[in-house]
């Protein structure tokens, strides 16, 4: 028989992310940026290119494309895996190439009245949604990957599993969302069970769990808190299953709310984030408990919300109220 042919280097990075357990955004994300490396090195194999190719397109990504620091980071960290994890390629040297420019951005704060009459224009479960993140302080993608069992009811806590960084953490579970949100779990399990009616119900699970538990990926307690209105293919094993709501969807809800507002400012998901932690720090908690709630790993992200506040020692008085 003739051997198998070798795996495409793009599938070779594909099946080195899944034996790390990254998530397939973190996935879809590398193998973009290794295919647009390749590509501006006009299709060279990897294994014949080192620091100099490197350092020549994260240039170009800097000086010729003006990405964000973020995003050219990204782009290093994507191909110094495909190097070390899936070719296995000692790179020699240091990566010098020109760095983009990083910003230092306070981010847009809403007051209390402002969320409030944002949220009271919106209806449904993108309502439910912004409650959330601004009554618990999650991310974005944090809400929409919510499952049953991450909602303690009795302890009034959400617990957030695999967040950024792959860490967990415990923060709370506002009390005016309990009831709204039993409602809401109500119509959640009907739809459960008419998958499972129709042979279904299946939901994705984190890392090798499905493999370990082969039927809990239809039990109860995993099903998203806010599953899509359509089952769909699960693009890794082929299976069709019921994902959680597509961000995007939120996205342009909160779009449509600031509009009819008339709000005059630049109003995203992580806005209502950026104002849970504000408005704990203007109610007087501490640093280091809004940090814990937020889930970062150092304080310094942390006090950014001092410097919205003009807080935290430099409370300074102008001259002209005085």
Known sequence: MPEPRPRKLLDQVRD??????????????????IRRYILFHNKRHPKDMGVPEIEAFLTHLAVNQHVAAATQNQALSALLF????????????????????????????????????VIQVMSGVHRLIVQILYGSGLRLREAMTLRIKDLDFSQHQIVVRNAKGDDSRVTMLPTRLVEPLQDHLKGVKRLHHQDLDQGYGAVILPFALARKYPNANRQWIWQFVFPSSKRSCDPRSGAIIRYHLHESGLQKAIKRAVRTTGLQKRVGCHTFRHSFATHLLQNGYDIRTIQELLGHKNVKTTMIYTHVLNRGGRGVRSPLDA
């Open 16 to 33: 080195a992310i899944r034996l790390k357990h990254y998530s397939y955004r973190t996935e879809e994300t590398y193998v973009q940026w």
């Open 82 to 117: 495909l190097y070390r994890q899936v070719l296995e390629y000692p790179l020699d040297g240091r990566i010098d190439a020109i760095r983009a420019k990083r910003s230092y951005k306070l981010p847009t704060v809403l007051t209390p009245d402002e969320v409030k009459a």
